[in-house]
């Protein structure tokens, strides 16, 4: 390897230095160097690697609407569009020739439900403003691949031919792009989505206003302080939606994108089994009872003399009378006592 010098040596003819030569060495290693910053810059800047992974914007009722208006809303041409609001100001012109052709078709000037999706679209506003950490994004998008992230410039903001938004096959991927000033693209410039990156999830915050050039190819939802401008032949895939100012149309096709929220997991716990122990038993022991013998007396029981009176069976061979002692020996059945052992 050779590394050419100047200025020249003094007959004209540049100095050529081996590779290896000291005075080649702190040459090689500053383009090295060099090198090093600037492919380091670029990835960091352009490949979102400073940004943490970001939700996506909420934005309330606001999300179905395809352009909402602070002041007024007007079109020029045969504009396809989806819902259309207005609040607080009322004036919606030029439809026809403009068309709805999807959503549900209807117009809200002024009412409950433009004011409310102006409420929902301040939050929103704030809520895009104040994401971070943001990269910092040249002034002009053009040619650039991004991963997801938010990406921040203290000025305008524009775009001149394509910049590329790469999912890396995440579908839950968003971009957020906060410009200080202005957003303008030129035109003919293209938004364009690879590897499972969605419409849903991209939302450029406007300091001021912003200006679709000519046959812009657009994808997400712009949210600007103050108005948005769609010039002939723009096709947007998102939303426009201006706090304060106008919505301007002209021969555009709008088309909100069909965002649906991921159901939430639910876990059902295992059913609770009930043990129910038996009480202890109690052994019961059967005492038996005598059972007294017709005739007095109980078997195996000494006899004895009644109380006097004759007792149920017949008088002994003894002619004595009751309880007189006689000769029947204790115990006999023969006894006529009656009495108890």
């Known amino acids: ?26 040459v090689g290693r500053l383009i090295i160097a060099a090198v090093t910053v600037v492919t380091a810059t670029v990835l960091l800047i352009f490949n979102g690697v400073a940004s943490a992974a970001q939700p996506p914007v909420g934005l309330g009722t606001a999300a179905s609407f395809a352009v909402l208006a602070g002041q007024m809303v007007t079109n020029t041409g045969p504009t396809i569009i ?41 939050t929103a506003y704030n809520d895009a403003a104040g994401r971070g950490p943001a990269t910092a994004a040249p002034p002009d998008l053009g040619g650039q691949t991004l991963v997801a ?23 839950n991927s968003v971009w957020i792009f906060q410009a200080g000033s202005t957003l303008i693209t030129a035109s003919n410039s293209t938004v364009a989505l690879i590897n499972g990156a969605s419409p849903c999830n991209v939302f450029w915050q406007v300091g001021s206003s912003a200006t679709l050039g000519t046959n812009t190819t657009f994808v997400g939802t712009i949210m600007a302080l103050t108005s ?16 304060n100012g106008q919505v301007s149309l002209d021969n ?20 609770t089994t009930t043990t ?23 078997p195996g029981g000494p006899g004895r003399g009644g109380p006097g009176e004759q007792g149920p069976g017949e008088q002994g061979p003894n002619e004595e009378g009751p309880g007189g002692g006689g000769d029947v020996p204790e115990g006999s059945p023969e006894t006529g006592g009656g009495g108890t052992a």
Do not use: W
């Open 1 to 26: 390897m050779t590394f050419t010098r100047v200025p020249f040596n003094g007959e004209g003819k540049p100095v050529t230095l081996a590779s290896n030569s000291p005075r080649a060495r702190p």
């Open 82 to 122: 989806s819902d259309v609001g207005v609040s607080p100001g009322s004036a919606i012109t030029g439809f026809p020739p403009g068309l709805i052709t999807h959503g549900t078709g209807t117009f809200h000037a002024a009412d409950a439900v433009a004011l409310h999706a102006q409420t929902d679209l301040t």
């Open 149 to 171: 992230g938010v990406y921040n410039t203290a000025g305008p903001m524009g775009l001149t031919g394509t910049v590329t938004l790469d999912g890396q096959n995440d579908p």
């Open 228 to 243: 948005i401008s769609a010039q002939s032949g723009t096709i947007v895939e998102g939303r426009l939606l201006a706090r």
């Open 252 to 271: 555009n096709r709008i088309t909100r994108p069909n965002c649906t929220i991921p159901p939430t997991s639910t876990t059902t716990a295992p059913p």
């Open 276 to 298: 129910t122990t038996a009480p202890p038993t109690t052994p019961v022991t059967t005492i038996p009872i005598p059972i007294p013998i017709p005739g007095g007396g109980i």
